[in-house]
Structure formats: C-alpha cells, structure tokens
C-alpha cells in the first residue's frame, strides 16, 4: 500500500530531537507563549525575510486576524468587499466572512491554479478594498500584475500562504513576503507542519504586527490591561519548540518534493492525465502535486485496485458548499473544471522511489476506455 501522506515517517526522523525539547518544556514549567514561540517567530520571520512574525493559533485565525487588524487600524470597514479566488480551501474564505467582510469569488488561470489577474481587474468596484492571493497547492501566484492594479486602484494584499512555506521568487523574495500581510498554517499535513494546531502571520507592518500579537492574546496590551476586544489565538508552546526543529529541515524537505515532482513530470506519459506545471525555480514547493483528467472517479479507482492512496484537493468548490447557500447558483466555469478533474498524487519529502516509478508505471498503463 503506498500511501497518501505518511505524516509518521515525515516526523519520526525528528524523534530525538522532538523527545529532547519535550523534556526541556516539560521541566521549565513555563506552557504558553515563552521562549519557544518567541524563538519560532524571530527564525520564521528570518526564514521568510519579513521584519515581524506572530504565532498564532492556526492557519484560519491567522487569515481572521489579519483582517480585524485592518479593520482596528481603519483600513477595513465592515462589509468591504475582498478579492479572493473561487478555487480554494474553504479557509480563505471563512477567514474574510468571519472578519464580517464580503468575498468576492474570482476564476483561477487553469494551468497555474492560482487566481487570474484579468479575472481580479474585471472584478473590482467601488468597494473592493483588498485582494487575497492563494499561493494553491505551492505554487507563488504571479504577484507582479497584482500588484500593479493594487497600487493603481490602491488595495491592500494578503497572502494565504498556508501550502506555501518556502516557495521563493524570481527575486528570492519568499512567500510571506509578498505583500502586505500573510497567514500560514502549520497543520500536520503542511510542508512546515507542527504535530496539531498551529499558524502564524507575516508581515513587515511594524503597527499591524503590534495589533495582531495584542489581538490574539485576549487584545492585552500588559499584563490584565485590555486594548481591544481580542481573542484566544495563541500559538502553543510546545507546537513552536517542535516547529524551530523542523524549520531547519524545510528546504531540504521541500527539494525533496520537488524531485518528487521532476520524476512525476517526467516519467508520467500519458494523453488522458494533464501534469501540474514545474518551474524549477523554486517558486513551487508542491504542497500537492495536482493532475487534471476528464474521468477522475474511474482514475481515482484504478489507483485505490492498485494499492496507492489518492485525494481531491477539493472535491466541492466554496460556492457549491452548503455553507454558502447564498452563492450556489453563481457559475465558475474554470474552478468547477478545476473541482471535477483534479487528483492529488502521493507527494511527500520521505517518498522512496521505487513507490514514485510504481505509481508512474500505474498512470502509464491506465486506459480510460
Ligand atoms: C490549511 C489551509 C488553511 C487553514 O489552515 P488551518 O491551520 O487548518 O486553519 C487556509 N488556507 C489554505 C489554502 C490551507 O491549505
């Protein structure tokens, strides 16, 4: 059985380490927001280049509190409209309407996945304020046109940097640092992934950054002095002491990936499965490695007969979900293309390679007649 993501081989290579700062938090006896998380932000914010970084409590509060952040500093009002694409995780989105601010869905580019910049000019009005990018399945969105009708129209830009951690541009500017804040998650499946809940914002906002680190600590300025209506968004110590180990092992895990990918790319020959581009600059760190074929289910099938572990990334787009009743009759020609054709393949930076020709001999020899 080869597996989707086997997440105990992924953190078993760090078990003497994880046990060794397991045993140095249990005895300082000090649990939440000590020098573990004051160490995670000040290497992560080093890591991704940006002046600040705040832990927080997951990917999806790390989104929500960038936004109440603006809206604190008055650059975001309430009902705002907020530039997002319409493919995907639901998080992204969830974060906007939580902040009590209107997403306004736009299509993807079908070979990048990653929003369209026509699609972003064509959807602006009067009240658009900002624009979410989503670096999907880790791959940088194309930030220069975005950011050339930022500037024009004067918007704010935010990354979901949740599958990006690592990805790196042109410029060797790292996701993260893209824009003028970003939200990463740190959930086990991720490239930089904690062992449970964990998140953190980036940015190089010296203000915003203050207001996040009061917000996601009850909005406390010192100690049982209260500034804002905040919440409990803190990022658990021991998440950061397992996260400054695995931090260092990130680019080796994430050229890991990206052999992963070269082989698929390469050795997958097939007319019925469209390979995911691979720029091989570093500005994709395959969170997911994405094909697109017409008759997915049967695809999906003939590789669970042949013992190999599959997923859709994601199988209902945001605005089919009964969560969003209000936009289920809206039609997104390109995402609902991306919803029904893609198949994620076993991705990971401790796949062997015999599994990695296992599955392209599979996909080489699968006839969809
Ligand atoms: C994982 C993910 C999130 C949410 O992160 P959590 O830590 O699970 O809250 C948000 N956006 C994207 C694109 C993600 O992949």
Known sequence: MIKFLDLHKI???????????????LDSGYYVLGNNVTQFEKSFANYCGTQHCIGVSNGL????????????????QEGDEIIVPAN????SILGITKA????????????????????????????????????????????????????KQNLLIMEDAAQA????????????????????????????????????????DAELAEIIRKLRNYGTSSKYVNQYKGVN??????????LNIKLRQLDADNEERSDVALRYCMGIDNPEIRLPTHPRDGSHVFHQFVIRTENRSKLQKYLAE????????????????????????????????IHNECLSLPISPVMDEFDVNTIISLLNSYSNH
Request: glycine content about 6%; charged content about 20%.
């Open 11 to 25: 953190n078993a290579r760090f078990e003497i380490e994880f046990r060794a700062a397991f045993k140095k938090f």
């Open 165 to 204: 951690h690592g990805a790196v541009n042109s410029e060797g500017k790292k996701a993260g640092n893209l824009s003028d804040a970003a939200g990463f998650s740190f959930y086990p499946t991720k490239n930089l992934g904690a062992l449970g809940e964990a998140g953190a914002v980036t940015t190089n």
């Open 61 to 76: 509060d790390a989104l929500t509190l960038i936004l109440e952040a603006y809206k604190i500093q008055g650059k975001l």
């Open 306 to 337: 042949s013992e190999v572990g599959t997923l859709i990334h994601y199988e209902i787009p945001p605005h089919k979900q009964e969560a969003y009743k209000e936009w289920n009759h809206l039609h997104f020609p390109i995402t609902e293309k």
């Open 100 to 151: 009590g601010l209107k997403p306004v869905l736009v299509e993807p580019n079908l070979e990048t996945f990653n929003i369209d910049a026509a699609a972003v000019e064509a959807a602006i009005t009067w009240k658009t304020r900002a624009i979410l990018v989503v670096h999907l399945y880790g791959q940088l969105t194309d930030m220069r046109p975005i950011q050339d009708i930022a500037k």
């Open 233 to 242: 968004n803190r990022l658990d110590e021991i998440q950061a002491a397992f």
């Open 88 to 91: 995907t995780y639901i998080a």
